[in-house]
């Protein structure tokens, strides 16, 4: 019998569909029998494109069949597999709703370049995951379509905003996933749902097609079940794009990860700000056993001071917000989605926005036009991006020093519903680790160093100086050549 396709990595994927152990059809089923299982207890999904993925898996088949009989041509390197995409980043022809009502029935017109990238590399759509609205939030329960679940214990949260995807990886519903991450948002669901998330330097990854939240920090991200799985999506996305100016003119380097599982000369920072009173013991017992373990595999471990990490709640929590309230001023009724009608103009904005917006978009729309406001600015917005080059000098002297920065993903594993969402500030709480390196643009992978008491997933945060990420995935891939954390999948997710 044929062992779960769900199960197999990337490249065992790329082997078995090239070597026609199995077609691209037979794999996309196993995903789709899956989601039929468990997508009822889960919402990972806010739109599943089951039918045209199957036609298109045919497609692929067809053509690998094709190149079977006569390879000159080589295949594109993600032929016939499926993918699963953030409902913030537009995909011709699906809906995009961005986990809000206000989008209700928007079908973008066009690709999102990470997305185009994808779909020319041969992917497979299989749906749009579930979103926190907007990607405002740590937990998808801003979705305005109702929230994911998490797949290790359903009466928790996969964590967010990118919780979909997050959820889609650990549950097997895809093998691979786009995700944004302004604040936290890959690798805070990636470390709550144990799988691998990567936030890349930002200018790297191309924001055309991805629904703005705030420009200065959004990135796209992606998640899988390894390191490499990981390192083979981002150089796929990656690179400069002319449709977006903040990308950078630099090569992606050609990730080659060496299977011999030496650190030797890798210098690893611990910044002590990150060890602080107030993080769940678990959390810190398994990101310190993971600091050991590249202790063993051969890293310097050096520890560290980022002196102006207590900062960058309050400073992200000014910026965030002012950027969104501009971002979002476009949804006015008038151009995108549904309208309530009214007589005049700004009788259909205050009715469209009024009852289209949730809670928690409001809020932030309304702390960034305060903050933005004459009288005000020079005192929130202008204070918080001076605070925010002391963060990011923090980093570049830190780099100075080590190679890497290790350090946990959040102060907590995943938490129940409703445990923050009646107090924002806690829920804003819970992005203390991740917010600074978005406030400094540097890249940052999450991958799964163990569990908690109650079986819940903990992760590791590694962050590298700006376009590191290959020094990122050579630390990462050594860990997970020498444990097996990556490896453990939920295997009894709670039916409906
Ligand atoms: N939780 C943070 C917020 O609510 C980060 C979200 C994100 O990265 N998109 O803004």
């Not at 537009?90 to 017109?109: H, N």
């Not at 998330?197 to 992606?222: E, I, M, N, W």
């Not at 501009?326 to 995108?336: E, K, S």
């Not at 923050?420 to 806690?426: E, G, R, T, V, Y």
Request: hydrophobic share 40%; charged share 20%; aromatic share 10%.
């Amino acid at each position: 019998m044929m062992d779960d396709l769900t199960l197999l990595t990337l490249s065992k994927v790329r082997e078995g569909l090239r070597s026609a152990e199995f077609t691209s059809r037979e794999l996309l089923e196993a995903y789709l029998a899956r989601i039929e299982l468990y997508e009822p207890s889960l919402h990972a999904f806010l739109y599943l494109n089951a039918d045209r993925a199957l036609t298109q898996a045919d497609q692929a088949d067809q053509r690998i069949s094709a190149w079977r009989k006569d390879p000159t041509e080589p295949l594109p390197p993600l032929i016939g597999i499926p993918l699963a995409v953030k409902d913030v980043l537009c995909v011709k022809g699906l809906p995009c709703t961005c986990g809000s009502r206000i989008l209700e029935g928007f079908i973008p017109p066009y690709h999102a370049t990470a997305v185009r990238r994808l779909l020319e590399a041969g992917a497979i759509i299989i749906g749009k995951t579930n979103t926190d609205e907007f990607a405002m939030g740590s937990s998808t329960e801003n979705s305005a379509y109702g929230a994911t679940h998490n797949p290790w214990n359903v009466e928790h949260v996969p964590g967010g905003s990118s919780g979909g995807s997050a959820a889609a990886v650990a549950a097997r519903f895809a093998p691979l996933a786009l995700g944004t991450d302004t604040g936290g948002s890959v690798r805070q669901p990636a470390a709550f749902c144990g799988v691998t998330g990567l936030k890349p330097t930002y200018g790297r990854v191309s924001r055309f097609g991805l629904v703005a939240y705030g420009s200065s920090l959004d990135v796209v991200g992606a998640f899988g079940k390894s390191v490499a799985d990981v390192a083979f999506l981002f150089g796929l996305v990656s690179g400069p794009d002319a449709l977006d100016a903040t990308t950078v003119d630099l090569p992606v380097p050609q990730v080659r990860l060496s299977d011999e599982p030496s650190l030797k000369g890798l210098r690893v920072g611990v910044p002590k700000e990150y060890f602080v009173s107030g993080i769940q013991n678990e959390i810190e017992r398994s990101v310190r056993a993971a600091i050991d373990r590249f202790q063993e595999l051969g890293a310097q471990i050096v520890e560290i001071s980022l002196p102006h990490t207590k900062y960058a709640l309050p400073v992200y929590y000014l910026i965030a917000p002012a950027e969104a309230s501009a971002n979002l001023a476009r949804y006015d009724g008038i151009r995108y989605g549904p309208r309530n009608p009214a007589e005049a103009m700004w009788d259909i904005y205050y009715h469209t926005r009024g009852e289209k917006f949730g809670a928690e978009v409001k809020r932030r729309i309304m702390l960034g036009t305060y903050a933005l406001s004459a009288g005000y600015y020079d005192a929130y917005y202008g204070k918080a991006q001076k605070v925010r080059t002391l963060i990011k000098r923090d980093f570049e002297r830190a780099f100075d020093q080590v190679d890497i920065i290790a350090a946990p993903v959040a102060p907590t594993t995943a938490f129940r519903f409703g445990e923050h969402s009646n107090d924002p500030l806690a829920m804003y709480l819970e992005d203390v680790f991740t917010l600074p390196a978005n406030l400094a643009g540097v890249p940052g992978l999450a991958i799964p160093v163990g569990f908690d008491q109650a079986g819940l997933p903990v992760g590791i945060q590694l962050m590298g100086a700006h376009f590191a990420e290959s020094t990122l995935f050579q630390a990462a891939h050594a860990y997970q050549l020498t444990t097996s954390w990556h490896t453990l999948f939920p295997d009894q997710i709670q039916r409906a």
